[in-house]
């Protein structure tokens, strides 16, 4: 079992910044790799970003490259997602989820049902 509370989110406006934080606990953090997804309001959860389980390689989906960063620090069980350059469209709850069964950074899998545990989200609203 994997326990994952995220934290950080909150209220920011056009172009700010926020970095959220997902605590992990149950198995040994280092042994999996992790992922940020998000749910706007009326729309499907969807994949941010992912990160393997030595932090060595990252995906982004294509609207969060050159702005999000995901990071982990695997001596805390915590993983990042630096968020610079915030939209109004970036709106959402967002989630982190852990990927027991694969835990490279090398291997894309972004889709929900890829990952086994979820945290129970934090909300970030940006205003224009």
């Known amino acids: 079992q994997v326990q994952l509370v995220e934290s950080g989110g909150g209220l920011v406006q056009d172009g700010g910044s926020l970095r959220l934080s997902c605590a992990a606990s149950?198995?040994?953090?280092?042994?999996?790799?992790m992922g940020w997804f998000r749910q706007a309001p009326g729309k499907e959860r969807e994949f941010v970003a992912r990160i393997g389980y030595s932090g060595d390689h990252t995906y982004y989906t294509d609207s969060v490259k050159g702005r999000f960063t995901i990071s982990r620090d695997n001596a805390k069980n915590t993983v990042y997602l630096q968020m610079n350059s915030l939209k109004p469209e970036d709106t959402a709850v967002y989630y982190c989820a852990a990927d027991i069964r694969f835990a490279t950074g090398r291997v894309l899998r972004v889709q929900s049902d890829h990952y086994e545990y979820w945290g129970q989200g934090t909300q970030v609203t940006v205003s224009s």
């Open positions: 149950g198995r040994i953090f280092s042994a999996y790799a």
